[in-house]
């Protein structure tokens, strides 16, 4: 597939076709994101689905136009519907994002995610040390937690290497996100201070990503940095307003409602990078 120019299809467009579309976005996440990430889809203009029985996982997968994997709370029913969702989404052509909390942390967790990657995801998104790991490549990270910065040659390098031996797009997010097809390459400032302070905002980042690719099947890539910046121009919008984590919470919401595609467009610091 060869890559959209930004400034023929600004990112806005891509807002404007995940809400003509109100795609269906099957979750299974973990028990702390749930309901902020059925919220976030909300207010930007998808629809959530919270399905995680193995008894149903393949069926609904089939019938939705995304599906999004988070193993944060994972057991092993879970995880058995996570590889039986994710099968189904590979043969039937149905884009889906990986997003492997905290895989360094347990055996159970690099498992999964070993078992998982077969399946072909269209997008990885994880913080540097979640990615660094998956890569093969020793990481201090610690829970959920990052030790290292997405602008570290090693983490960058296991990106592109991720998503070339995937073929896959890898978003790597942190202060500044770094975004990579194996070729292409972008940098993405945003967001706001307060964003590391509030739990889940990541996962619920994961399912709007999923969102916006199957709102735009044939431009993956692009859409993926759109899903990004949103929500780098919204946190930004929603800091202005924010006293603390809680009200910045509320604050993104009412941002990721109100942002116009003009403003996705034009407020978006993206970066291409040349050499990675």
């Given at each position: 597939?060869?890559?959209?120019?930004?400034?023929?299809?600004?990112?806005?467009?891509?807002?404007?076709?995940?809400?003509?579309?109100?795609?269906?976005?099957?979750?299974?996440?973990?028990?702390?994101?749930?309901?902020?990430?059925?919220?976030?889809?909300?207010?930007?203009?998808?629809s959530?689905?919270?399905?995680h029985?193995?008894?149903?996982?393949?069926?609904?997968?089939?019938?939705?136009?995304?599906l999004a994997?988070?193993?944060?709370?994972?057991?092993?029913?879970?995880?058995?519907?996570?590889?039986?969702?994710?099968?189904?989404?590979?043969?039937?052509?149905?884009?889906w994002?990986?997003?492997?909390?905290?895989?360094?942390?347990?055996?159970?967790?690099?498992?999964?995610?070993?078992?998982?990657?077969?399946?072909?995801?269209?997008?990885?998104?994880?913080?540097?040390?979640e990615?660094?790991?998956?890569?093969?490549?020793?990481?201090?990270?610690?829970?959920?937690?990052?030790?290292?910065?997405?602008?570290?040659t090693?983490?960058?390098?296991?990106?592109?290497?991720?998503?070339?031996?995937?073929?896959?797009?890898?978003?790597?997010?942190?202060?500044?996100?770094?975004?990579?097809?194996?070729?292409?390459?972008y940098?993405?400032?945003?967001?706001?201070?307060?964003?590391?302070?509030i739990?889940?905002?990541?996962?619920?980042?994961?399912?709007?990503?999923?969102?916006?690719?199957?709102?735009?099947?044939?431009?993956?890539?692009?859409?993926?940095?759109a899903?990004?910046a949103?929500?780098?121009?919204a946190?930004?919008?929603a800091?202005?307003?924010?006293?603390?984590?809680?009200?910045?919470?509320?604050?993104?919401?009412d941002?990721?409602?109100?942002l116009t595609?003009?403003?996705?467009?034009?407020?978006?610091?993206?970066?291409?990078?040349?050499?990675?």
């Amino acid at each position: 597939m060869t890559l959209r120019s930004f400034n023929e299809h600004p990112l806005g467009d891509y807002l404007v076709a995940l809400r003509a579309m109100t795609p269906l976005v099957h979750c299974i996440t973990n028990y702390v994101a749930m309901n902020s990430t059925a919220n976030l889809l909300l207010a930007t203009g998808a629809s959530p689905a919270m399905l995680h029985a193995k008894e149903e996982a393949a069926e609904f997968a089939a019938i939705s136009c995304a599906l999004a994997i988070n193993i944060g709370t994972i057991s092993t029913p879970w995880a058995e519907a996570m590889l039986m969702a994710t099968s189904t989404a590979n043969r039937q052509g149905i884009p889906w994002v990986l997003d492997p909390v905290a895989v360094g942390a347990t055996h159970f967790r690099q498992t999964l995610c070993a078992k998982l990657l077969p399946h072909q995801p269209t997008v990885i998104r994880g913080n540097s040390s979640e990615i660094l790991t998956l890569n093969g490549l020793s990481s201090q990270g610690r829970g959920v937690d990052t030790t290292a910065s997405t602008q570290d040659t090693s983490a960058t390098t296991a990106a592109v290497a991720l998503a070339r031996q995937h073929r896959c797009i890898v978003a790597m997010t942190g202060q500044k996100d770094f975004i990579t097809n194996g070729t292409n390459h972008y940098y993405l400032k945003g967001g706001h201070a307060l964003m590391p302070r509030i739990t889940a905002l990541g996962c619920g980042l994961s399912a709007l990503v999923a969102g916006f690719v199957a709102a735009e099947k044939a431009h993956p890539f692009e859409a993926c940095i759109a899903a990004l910046a949103c929500f780098a121009v919204a946190g930004s919008q929603a800091g202005q307003y924010a006293t603390g984590p809680g009200s910045f919470e509320v604050a993104l919401l009412d941002a990721l409602y109100q942002l116009t595609p003009n403003n996705l467009s034009t407020l978006a610091q993206l970066e291409a990078v040349h050499a990675v």
